[in-house]
């Protein structure tokens, strides 16, 4: 008798990171790797039962992120559909052709940097160019956001003749989801009715409650209908290049492309006019707060059919959205079975929560001055408006965080470093300062993938339930791929067949970069002028529309300069105290 293979439908979620999108990236290379490897191996054997090779099936169902892992799931989603994707192994110090290794380790450092003449401009170098300032109109960011736009827009227009959405692996769903978040800073606000006063003598109708809503979601779906309400309502379509029956929408993927990244203050914010249909919006939230027809809830209407908004970073409210992912596989999967989970997500997260709670004290809860207030109240409303917006925290549903572990070999023993990331240092804006700790962090979430693939994504295996994803698993694959635990025996959802490879390095303390990269101080110190310059351009540009007269003319060079002198010492002190910190 034969036996369908049962499939596990899988989401990929990616949280905000900043530069540390680098180790994103590495980690979902070795994943669409191992991916593609088992899927040939899998052609290879087919037909022969007792293969060593698992049989069942996994789709990547949606791909959501925000901030930086909002750029990497739009990356990643473009590279599914690369017809000769091939995974980045080993260092390079020249464009490799991988979207996902060229876009976030070499960012828009120039070229020549790394041919041998060393000539050139750093990424870093750029972002603090004053090209995008105008007296006139002010700063749009403390940083030059330039670099990052052509980022973006290199990754788009440079897809090879050949990428094409049919070109997705058997692996991916052909109805595949990529979820980017973005915050509006205009809100979309709708109207909460309040009871009626009624009487003999009286009617009255109060007027509604107004609540505010500033999270917004880009739900691009890859097989959307033109013409079907319930596409053109609640979704957006994925077309990166044109077909013969479609145009592309290239200029709104790779504005939410920027837009999810847009780090409040840091980087430029992006202006939306005429790309998200007021439907689109409405319906999206009306999703999202599960609201019924039942409700007394009435959206604010405005004149335009498009939701106008400028929008900065998804992550400020909405950095780890697994909820929205969640969402996506229990619309289209149902109910849960939490014996034989079906569906599921993993969130790559660069900077997990946890790693906060660690503190040589106990905290001091009382706050008893109006600065201490101050202080507190900024991340105490960050964190409120961070709250998942549903309840998909059940303990019955599959979800798994992976985050980044680096081991340091101390005799026969091993160590957890306290900071992984040569990228996470000035909260995550370190890795703008160097290639090599782009790389280094690249490997490193090459390496926690297969660890994490090898060690964590697992379920329970029993090859004669009908219900069970192994079910008729042959006994040469449970032997080659299991692992036990209190006499139960557990199978990897998606296996690594690199393992059955006789020179394959199992050991999960080995590195393709072995050492940490460490922090170049004189180099650093070349960027004091720039950083300084850049401080009195933005000044000059943001004081210039609020200050005016003759004294402040005569005043502006010399209180620009003394306030910019400070600024840019404090930066660089605060920027060498954080990589000593880090041991860099």
């Known amino acids: 008798m034969s036996i369908t293979s049962k499939t596990f439908h899988l989401g990929l979620t990616m949280a905000g990171a900043v530069s540390a999108g680098a180790y994103t990236a590495g980690f979902m290379d070795y994943v669409l790797e191992a991916l593609s490897e088992w899927e040939k191996a899998k052609q290879l054997n087919k037909g022969n039962p007792n293969s060593s090779i698992p049989k069942h099936n996994v789709s990547v169902d949606a791909i959501g992120g925000a901030s930086a892992g909002g750029m990497v799931s739009m990356i990643t989603a473009l590279a599914l559909c690369e017809k000769n994707f091939k995974p980045v192994k080993n260092v390079s110090n020249k464009k490799t052709g991988n979207i996902l290794y060229d876009s976030w380790v070499f960012l828009d450092d120039d070229d020549s940097l790394y041919d041998g003449s060393g000539r050139g401009e750093t990424t870093f170098k750029k972002m603090l160019s004053n090209s995008d300032l105008d007296d006139k109109k002010g700063a749009p960011s403390l940083l030059n956001s330039r670099p990052i736009d052509k980022i973006a827009e290199r990754v788009f227009d440079n897809l090879s003749d050949d990428w094409c959405i049919s070109n997705i692996p058997e692996y991916i769903s052909k109805d595949l989801r990529i979820l980017l978040t973005i915050t509006s800073l205009r809100p979309l606000d709708y109207k909460v009715g309040l009871s009626r006063l009624q009487s003999k003598f009286l009617k009255t109708i109060p007027p509604s409650h107004r609540v505010s809503n500033h999270d917004i979601v880009a739900h691009f779906k890859i097989n959307y209908k033109d013409g079907n309400n319930n596409d053109t309502e609640n979704y957006l379509p994925f077309r990166p290049v044109p077909d013969s029956d479609h145009i592309s929408n290239k200029d709104l993927l790779i504005k939410v492309t920027k837009a999810t990244g847009a780090f409040p203050i840091g980087l430029s914010p992006r202006y939306f006019e005429n790309e998200f249909p007021k439907k689109y919006v409405q319906n999206s939230l009306s999703k999202r707060k599960r609201f019924t027809a039942n409700m007394d809830i009435e959206f604010d209407d405005f004149d335009s059919d498009d939701f106008k908004f400028t929008?900065?970073?998804?992550?400020?409210?909405?950095n780890e959205p697994f909820d929205e992912v969640l969402r996506c596989l229990i619309e289209n999967h149902g109910n849960i079975d939490e014996k034989n989970?079906?569906?599921?997500?993993?969130?790559?997260?660069?900077?997990?929560?946890?790693?906060?709670?660690?503190?040589?004290?106990?905290?001091?809860?009382?706050?008893?001055?109006?600065?201490?207030?101050?202080?507190?109240?900024?991340?105490?409303?960050?964190?409120?408006?961070?709250?998942?917006?549903?309840?998909?925290?059940?303990?019955?549903?599959?979800?798994?965080?992976?985050y980044p572990l680096k081991y340091k070999a101390l005799g026969n023993l091993t160590e957890d470093l306290e900071y992984p990331l040569a990228t996470g240092a000035v909260g995550g804006f370190g890795g703008f300062l160097d290639i090599k700790?782009?790389?280094?962090?690249?490997?490193?979430?090459?390496?926690?993938?297969k660890n994490f693939l090898r060690g964590f994504l697992f379920l329970e295996c029993d090859a004669d339930d009908?219900?069970?994803?192994?079910?008729?698993?042959?006994?040469?694959?449970?032997?080659?791929?299991?692992?036990?635990?209190?006499?139960?025996?557990?199978?990897?959802?998606?296996?690594?067949?690199?393992?059955?490879?006789?020179?394959?390095?199992?050991?999960?303390?080995?590195?393709?970069?072995?050492?940490?990269?460490?922090?170049?101080?004189?180099?650093?110190?070349?960027?004091?002028?720039?950083?300084?310059?850049?401080?009195?351009?933005?000044?000059?540009?943001?004081?210039?529309?609020?200050?005016?007269?003759?004294?402040?003319?005569?005043?502006?060079?010399?209180?620009?300069?003394?306030?910019a002198k400070k600024l840019t010492d404090w930066t660089i002190k605060a920027i060498e105290k954080d990589f000593k910190k880090r041991g860099m």
């Open 311 to 318: 929008a900065v970073d998804g992550g400020a409210i909405n």
């Open 341 to 402: 989970p079906k569906y599921g997500t993993i969130m790559i997260d660069p900077f997990p929560n946890f790693r906060d709670l660690k503190t040589d004290k106990d905290p001091d809860y009382e706050i008893k001055s109006i600065m201490d207030v101050i202080g507190n109240l900024v991340p105490t409303i960050l964190n409120q408006a961070r709250n998942k917006q549903t309840d998909t925290y059940g303990a019955e549903l599959f979800k798994l965080m992976a």
């Open 466 to 563: 009908p219900d069970n994803l192994f079910h008729g698993v042959s006994a040469e694959a449970v032997e080659k791929f299991k692992k036990e635990d209190n006499g139960k025996i557990y199978m990897p959802i998606i296996p690594d067949v690199s393992k059955l490879d006789p020179n394959d390095d199992s050991n999960p303390s080995s590195y393709i970069v072995q050492e940490f990269p460490e922090f170049d101080i004189k180099a650093f110190r070349q960027y004091e002028k720039p950083i300084r310059n850049r401080i009195k351009a933005i000044l000059k540009a943001e004081l210039n529309n609020k200050v005016s007269g003759w004294f402040w003319w005569i005043a502006k060079g010399l209180v620009v300069g003394r306030i």
């Open 437 to 449: 700790f782009r790389q280094h962090d690249f490997f490193l979430g090459r390496k926690n993938a």
